[in-house]
């Protein structure tokens, strides 16, 4: 119920965004970058504002990637995102590929031509101690490698640019070989140390 009544009302919000909103998300995703392998336009873009990330398309590829990473509330990893937009200590970036849709077209999940089908988002150090920057989120929806690769080339790239060559991530579900394996596009991995729970 609740993820229903988010879905209800980030549809009323969009409504409400306007031609003016509209047009700042067609240059958002238009500012694209050429990839030789992609067969066309391959887009990135790092999340900023409320009006973009409450967008269906958006919100539910989060929310899917927060379910499938194992995160028990959803709903709560979309608020908080959605809650620190703006906020420089968080990168949040989405990758597209172009559907062939034509633009203007609203389909749910497409819009504009492009199909977003690619989050990570990293964090910078809140506080003293932390140890490193971290990847919080990051998951693809069957999209192809070519994409999964820049969006990780995106976020390192915003990491470099905020003074740290390395990020942390937990992994409490899969072996650190699987892991490591599947996170080999963001750049190279390695086990460093452990996790210790206690229960009581």
Known sequence: MVIALYHQLSIMLCRHIGDQAAAEWRDKVSSVSDDPGSGGKLNVIRIRERATIVR??????????????????????LAELV????????GLFVGFQPTGIKPGMFHGIT???????????????????WLAASVGL???????????????????????????????????????????????????????????????
């Open 138 to 200: 990051a998951y693809s929806d069957r999209a192809p490698r070519h994409v999964v690769a820049a969006v990780g080339a995106r976020l390192r790239e915003w990491l470099r640019r905020c003074g740290h060559d390395h990020a942390v991530v937990l992994n409490l579900f899969h072996t650190d070989r699987s892991y490591i394996r599947g996170l080999a596009h963001f750049g190279f991995g390695e086990r460093i140390g452990g996790v210790i729970r206690f229960s009581f």
């Open 111 to 129: 819009h504009d031509g492009q199909h977003p089908c690619v989050v990570a988002c990293g964090f910078l150090p809140a506080n003293a101690f």
């Open 56 to 77: 269906p398309e958006i919100a539910q590829l989060i929310m899917r990637g927060a379910r499938k990473c194992g995160l028990p509330q959803p709903a709560a990893v």
């Open 83 to 90: 809650r620190d937009v703006e906020s420089h200590a968080q």
